[in-house]
């Protein structure tokens, strides 16, 4: 939020996936266009659609389908899967149950992370290990959502691609020990309508998702084609919609690429407002750092921003914690 941003800008980046295995992508007219479409949509909002992306439609599409079949069970067999801090965090987690600074939200989801084994991370990665807990009806439930994880985890390395090249570094930039081995998140989320059969407890404007930042490098939400919830705060606090664009991801910046970039580019405000009678499905992928990584701004940005820098070091492990620590009752 950078600047008084109006909307946010849709990013055709085909030309940069074409050339995302060329050691020499940065010299291709193409990824240039690309490259600098990012620079200004990460200076000027922290969020842009991508579209040319090469994720099939109609797997995007089953993959919200299936969230949206697994909400409509009965309570009783969501709780099946219930996220506790015995696995890991991962799980089911009814509405309310979700708590931004302090409110409950209005949305219910299902929470994944990559693996963590016993040990792994010692005691940074101790409130995090678990396996991820997959509905087992239908039971292609797990095959599609981690073939999906699969896909957006190379989507997102390759945007990262175009990023480092934005920020004026190598395109391998973020990989290697900052990302080469990138965590990720994956949250299936859904969001009550306001004439759901829960109409009297959910007055209108009731928050889904209330303002808050993404922890990692970025992040791809894949949001339901017929209803605009998701707002972006500009500047001026102006709460910008991101009205659902068919086909398209919505990408934005986290806390981690903020600190790299010495805050050329922020992680933006953003809040979820389901005014809609219907029930509101989105899939949020999130791509970060390793989690060990210790994240701290790099050089090419220190020199970009006048020579200061603005923050100091994050491990990323530790920062996820903490926020998952205080994100329930
Ligand atoms: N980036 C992630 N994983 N987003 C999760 C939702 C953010 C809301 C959370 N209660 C919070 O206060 O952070
Ligand atoms: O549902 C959405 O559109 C966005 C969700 C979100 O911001 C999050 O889970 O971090
Ligand atoms: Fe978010």
Redesign the pocket.
Known sequence: MATDFKSIPIIDIGPLLAKCGDPKMAQDPGVSQVVKQLDQACREAGFFYVKGHGIPDSLMKEVKNLTRKFFHLPYEEKLKIKMTPATGYRGYQRIGENITKGVPDIHEAIDCYREIKPGMYGALGKPMEGCNLWPLDPPKFKLLMEEYISLCTDLSRNIMRGIALALGGSPYEFEGEKAGDAFWVM?L?GYPGISSENAQEMPKNDIG?GA?T?YGLL?L?N?DEDTT??QVRNLSGEWISAPPVPGTFVCNIGDMLKIYSNGLYESTL?Q?TNNAAKYRV?V?YFYETNFDTAVEPLDICIQRTGGAKKFGRAVYGEHLASKVLTNFV
Do not use: F, K
């Open positions: 949250r989320i998702c808050h993404d992040t939400v949001q919830a998701l953003h979820v989105s949020a």
